[in-house]
């Protein structure tokens, strides 16, 4: 793929003004004074910003100066009914002593690059599916703790991995 070799030029204020003046003083013409932009006829709107104004024909951007931003403010997409049964199903799990069934790799950890998590032991901390009674977008819903132990380490380190539901086994209780 080649890309151009400058940016596409636009028309100057002179050539902008020129071009609105003879549409405007010849609004019925057939032809356009313009061959590059043959929809110059007529004037837009006075709707239109000032800046779309000056421009003979409206780029695709000024179309969008006129949209309106709307933000969905306090729009609940769940019930809480729902996040209330969804909270209550993860409650009996935060606590518990879980095992890493799946592939799971790591780099976070520092002192440990590369950390494959599969048969390790850990604690689930935290459920972070929903947070202040509100439904999150979260895919890895559950924080566990870990405590690895290295050669040459005095202190194990400790970290904690975000892992989804089915990447874990529950083992026993803390």
Not at 13 to 26: G, K
Not at 29 to 51: G, K, M, Q, V
Not at 96 to 109: D, G, M, Y
Request: charged letters at 20%; glycine letters at 6%.
């Amino acid at each position: 793929m080649q890309f151009p070799t400058r940016p596409p030029t636009f028309p100057s204020p002179m050539a902008i003004m020129a071009a609105t003046a003879t549409a405007v003083a010849s609004p019925s013409s057939s032809t356009s004074p313009d061959p590059l932009h043959p929809s110059l006829r007529f004037l837009p709107p006075a709707s239109t910003p000032a800046c779309c104004r000056l421009l003979p024909t409206a780029p695709r951007w000024c179309a969008r100066l006129h949209i309106a931003p709307r933000v969905a403010v306090g729009s609940d997409v769940s019930s809480s009914h729902d996040v209330a049964a969804e909270e209550a199903a993860a409650a009996p799990k935060v606590g518990k002593r879980v095992r890493v069934t799946a592939p799971v790799r790591v780099h976070h950890v520092a002192k440990a690059p590369g950390l494959d998590l599969r048969g390790m032991e850990g604690v689930v901390k935290q459920y972070i599916g929903v947070w202040k009674g509100k439904r999150v977008t979260a895919n890895l819903l559950f924080k566990v703790e870990f405590v690895l132990k290295l050669d040459g380490q005095e202190k194990p380190i400790r970290f904690i991995a975000h892992l989804r539901e089915q990447e874990f086994e529950i083992v026993g209780d803390e």
